[in-house]
Each structure stands twice: as structure tokens, then as C-alpha cells.
């Protein structure tokens, strides 16, 4: 069995006193004994009259003892003295030899002390900040390569896409041209079918005439005479057609690439990385049990709600011909679509006058866009159809979406492509004429990004944004469908409504359980509850900004609020 210093010595973890059989924990240190001493210890120490002026420190205060080295003229001597006139270091006989006599003099130690603190003061700056701050610049640096790397292919992605949509345009250019070159053709051909014609009937004309002039040829000399001169019909007049000719377009290289887009690197001023102050490195705190309790009740608060002090409320209607407003898409005139949970839409003035109505098979999604063209996109789901609304209230079938039911639409302000959700949970991206050049359904890990994507828009840099009820949860991938960030709320629970985006590239999204509007970054950091409660906000569904950045609010209750000057 062990005894107990046995066990002492087994489970030391500590500095032990330097004091003869005390092995108590020394955290005191004599810098002129140069030895760790524990409280007691130290006591007795300083009580003794020959060390009343030792100097008693706290361990990690001590001075570093001086290190033994042999005097190069009298080797048996230790230098501890060094001459300030000669700069050298000295052992005692040097300092009583004549050599030096009258100099000045300081204790080794203390300089050899005061350097060591020094050397370890960089030391400590190496491990505790340059070497940490490095890491993380280079670490920063990786991050960039990766992130510079998926730009780059989302760019050729992009490209590529766009040369698509260019080739499928000039596909569809040119197979209209063919198709009326061969309308050109059958009229040509009518024409000059209806001249052969002309000619048969007068050629059949011709033999019956050379017959009745053989009959009155073959006939008496006197019943000729009395016969009446047969006339003949001249030939009928027509015109040789005039063949098209084709004259060739007059572009080049130039030109084609001026079609398209570029890549262009910003004129503005490299962002410099930060690099954390030496004065702002400090030890980690360590908090009381107390200082942690309270940390993690601020931690389980909900955030205060706060409007932005920029957003002003200008006027609030009520839209008629609809129930609620789950939808509102504003278009460049100022006109207002609206749309409630049973399918009806219909388009207002400003002051809220009923100017058209429509019914449809929608229901509380996202399923109407406003276009550039002050026209208006909407989805059927009950025949997977996509319409179009011309500024003249005419309604065309544009898309038919197939085996997927369209539920959300957003016509793009950058490049007018139609973006859609699907129920059956994909985001698909057509261009203006309707030709789907984009699906978008996983993520890089294969896992699907989406459950129910009823509302839809895009951001300023090509970001598709949607709300999904299912996941509850905003979803963002961008411009080439990879995925960038999920937003889930500021509580237990997340109800995503309405969404939509701002001229600065913020995403607001209307949030039903809490009754609030969130305003995030670009990169869905939450900024604030723009909209609450507080506002006379009740059940917040649909959202839009218009062209001047005012914000269009519909709620439960059919009502459309209008806040002015968004930023």
C-alpha cells in the first residue's frame, strides 16, 4: 500500500514548495534563493532576519535564475556582473581586478532577467496572436480559393447557359424564316400553277378550234363561201414570277459577343483583411456558474422586435374582389395584382379600384409575377399551365409545365426569365419565350433542397429565393442551383409566407405565426423585424417591392399596406 507521500507524489499536478520535506503547492517564488515556496514557507522565510530583503513573488512573476557560465580568464569562476563600459560580462575576480576599476556596473541577472521577460513577451506574441492570426489569414485565404473557384463556375455556368438561350434563339429565329420561306413558296407555286392552268384551257381551246376549221376546210367550195370567218382568241398574258432573293445578315465576332454577357472585375478598392490587434488579445475569460446562467437566458431571448426608422407608412386599402391578400405583385405603372386562398386575382389603381378580375385555380401561393412590360405571369394548377396577361388585359397559354404542377412564378427584373416552384418540389428556370433551360431540385450532396416551394423571387446578384412551407424555412441557391443558405427564423417555429427582395439585395419574408416581416442580408443574416405587430400588422402574407422601392404588404384580412422609402 502506498503511504501518503507516495500518493502525493503520484498525483502531483502542481509546482511543489522548494523548501526541505514540504510538499505543499509552491506558488510563491524567491527571486535571491531562486526557489518556489509555498504560503507557510514563505512566511518563515521572510520572518528570518538574513532575508528581510528578499524579493518574494508570485510564481509566474519570478525572475529567470541566471544560467552558469564559466569566466573565459579564470575559468573556475561563475560570470554574474556585467560592465556597462567594456559591454561584457564579468566574474567577481574580474570585477576586483584594475582592468575595470571605476566602471559601472549591473547585476548580470537582473539583465538577463529583464531580456528573458522580453524574449518571452515575443514568444507570447508569436503563440498567442501572430502565429493564431496567420493561421486564420490563411485559413481566410482557402476559404476565397474555394469561394473564387465556385464563382468562377457559376460564371461559366452562367455563360454557357447564356450561349444556350442565344443558340435557342437564333434556333427559333431561324425556323420562322424557314417556315415563311415556305409559305413564299406555295404562293409562288399557287401563282404559277393558276398560269398553267390559264394555258391548258387555252389549248384545249386551240384543238377544238383546229377541228372546226378542218370541218369547214373539208366542206364545198360554195357552203365555205357563205360561213361566217371564225375568230380566234390571242393568247393570254402572264407575268414570270419574281424568285426572293436572300441577303445575308451583317454581323461578326464583335457583334455576337456584344450579345452576350462579360466578365468584368469591379473597379473598386481590395477589401484589406483584418489582422486582430496585439492590445486586443487577451486570456479566454472564465465565467461563474452564475455569469454562464445568465448568458444563457439572454441567449434564449426572442430579439426585440424593432422597425427600421426608414420605413414609413404611406396609406393602407382594402382590395375588393378577394377574400385576403395572399399575393401582390406590383407592376411599373403603379397598378397592384392581388390574390387570395381561392383562386380569384384581380388587378387594382392605386387608390384601390377594381380594374380587372380573374379566376383561377390558385391558391395561398406565390402563383402571379408582374413583368417588365406592365404584363402579368400566372400559373393553373389544375392544367399545369402557365398564362400570360398582356397590358391590353388579353390572356395567352405561354408554358405548359407537363407532369409538374406549378404553385410559385417570379419574372426575373435582370434577364426576364420565368422562374417557377413546383410542387413536387423543384425550382425551374425558363426563358421569356417559355423554353425551360434550367431545373434545380438537389443540392451538391444530392439532397433535396426543396419540400413545397410556394413563393419565389430573385435577388439583385442571381439568387433564387424561396419560401417553403414544408421545410419552414427560406431557401437560397444561386444563379447555377447550388445551394448558399437556408434561413429557419428567430424562434422555435418558422411559417414563411411572402418573399421578396430589395434594390440593396435585402430579402424580406413575411413570417404568419409571430406576425412579423424579417429583413435579411444578402447573405441571410437576420437584420431586423421590419414589420410587426407593433405596426398594426396582422397575419402578413404577401410582400413586393415596386420599381421606386416602395413596400407592398398584404394581409389575412384583404388589406394591402404601402410603406414608403425602403432602404
Not at 486586443?280 to 430579439?303: C, G, L, Y
Not at 393553373?380 to 400570360?388: E, T
Request: aromatic content about 8%; proline content about 4%; charged content about 25%.
Amino acid at each position: 500500500m502506498a503511504t501518503t507521500s507516495d500518493e502525493q507524489a503520484a498525483g502531483q499536478h502542481y509546482l511543489v514548495c522548494g523548501i526541505q520535506d514540504c510538499q505543499r503547492n509552491g506558488q510563491f517564488y524567491c527571486n535571491d534563493c531562486h526557489q518556489p515556496m509555498c504560503e507557510q514557507c514563505k512566511d518563515k522565510h521572510q520572518k528570518s532576519p538574513n532575508n528581510k530583503n528578499h524579493d518574494i513573488v508570485l510564481y509566474r512573476q519570478r525572475k529567470h535564475r541566471l544560467p552558469k557560465e564559466k569566466c573565459k580568464l579564470h575559468p573556475t569562476k561563475n560570470v554574474d556582473i556585467f560592465c556597462r563600459e567594456c559591454n561584457t560580462p564579468l566574474c567577481l575576480k574580474c570585477f576586483l581586478g584594475k582592468e575595470h576599476k571605476g566602471h559601472e556596473f549591473d547585476d548580470l541577472e537582473e539583465i538577463y532577467a529583464e531580456k528573458y521577460a522580453l524574449w518571452q513577451g515575443e514568444f507570447s506574441k508569436i503563440q498567442k496572436n501572430l502565429l493564431p492570426t496567420s493561421e486564420d489569414l490563411k485559413t481566410d485565404i482557402e476559404e476565397d480559393v474555394k469561394e473564387i473557384q465556385n464563382i468562377m463556375e457559376s460564371i461559366r455556368t452562367s455563360m454557357k447557359a447564356e450561349a444556350e438561350s442565344l443558340k435557342n434563339l437564333v434556333d427559333e429565329v431561324t425556323s420562322n424564316k424557314i417556315k415563311h420561306t415556305y409559305t413564299m413558296e406555295k404562293s409562288l407555286l399557287q401563282m404559277l400553277k393558276s398560269q398553267e392552268t390559264t394555258y391548258n384551257d387555252y389549248i384545249k381551246y386551240l384543238g377544238k378550234m383546229s377541228e372546226k376549221f378542218q370541218e369547214y376546210l373539208s366542206t364545198t367550195n360554195q357552203k365555205l363561201l357563205s360561213s361566217n370567218i371564225l375568230k380566234l382568241k390571242t393568247i393570254p398574258e402572264t407575268s414570270k414570277p419574281v424568285p426572293p432573293v436572300f441577303t445575308a445578315g451583317q454581323f461578326n465576332r464583335d457583334d455576337v459577343a456584344k450579345l452576350l454577357g462579360r466578365v468584368n472585375v469591379p473597379n473598386t478598392e481590395p477589401e484589406k483583411r483584418k489582422i486582430q490587434p496585439m492590445e486586443a488579445v487577451s486570456t479566454p475569460m472564465k465565467f461563474t456558474e452564475k455569469q454562464m446562467e445568465q448568458s444563457k437566458e439572454k441567449s434564449d431571448m426572442k430579439p426585440t422586435l424593432s422597425l427600421s426608422s426608414s420605413v414609413t407608412k404611406v396609406r393602407e386599402y382594402s382590395v375588393p374582389g378577394v377574400d385576403s391578400a395572399f399575393h401582390v405583385s406590383a407592376d411599373k405603372s403603379g397598378r397592384l395584382w392581388a390574390s387570395d386562398d381561392e383562386g380569384n386575382l384581380v388587378l387594382t389603381d392605386l387608390q384601390g379600384n377594381l380594374l380587372q378580375k380573374i379566376k383561377t385555380t390558385g391558391e395561398d401561393d406565390g402563383f402571379h409575377t408582374a413583368t417588365q412590360d406592365r404584363g402579368l405571369i400566372y400559373t393553373d394548377q389544375d392544367k399545369k399551365m402557365i398564362y400570360r396577361i398582356t397590358p391590353d388585359t388579353r390572356i395567352t397559354e405561354l408554358i405548359k409545365t407537363g407532369d409538374w404542377t406549378p404553385v410559385s412564378i417570379h419574372s426575373s427584373r435582370i434577364n426576364g426569365d420565368i422562374l417557377v416552384g413546383m410542387r413536387e418540389a423543384k425550382v425551374t428556370r425558363y426563358n421569356n419565350a417559355g423554353k425551360e433551360i434550367q431545373n434545380i431540385q438537389r443540392d451538391n450532396q444530392g439532397q433535396e433542397l426543396y419540400k413545397y416551394p410556394h413563393y419565389i423571387t430573385e435577388n439583385i446578384n442571381g439568387d433564387i429565393c424561396t419560401s417553403d412551407w414544408n421545410k419552414q424555412a427560406v431557401v437560397v441557391v444561386n444563379k447555377s442551383g447550388q445551394h448558399r443558405f437556408s434561413y429557419t427564423g428567430q424562434g422555435s417555429r418558422f411559417s414563411p409566407y411572402g418573399i421578396c427582395t430589395d434594390v440593396l439585395g435585402h430579402i424580406l419574408v413575411c413570417e404568419g405565426l409571430n406576425n412579423t416581416v424579417h429583413l435579411l442580408d444578402q447573405d441571410g443574416g437576420f437584420l431586423s423585424f421590419i414589420l410587426s405587430e407593433q405596426q398594426g400588422i396582422r397575419s402578413p402574407r404577401g410582400v413586393c417591392v415596386d420599381d421606386e422601392n416602395n413596400l407592398y404588404v398584404g394581409q389575412l384580412n384583404n388589406k394591402v399596406t404601402v410603406y414608403k422609402n425602403l432602404e
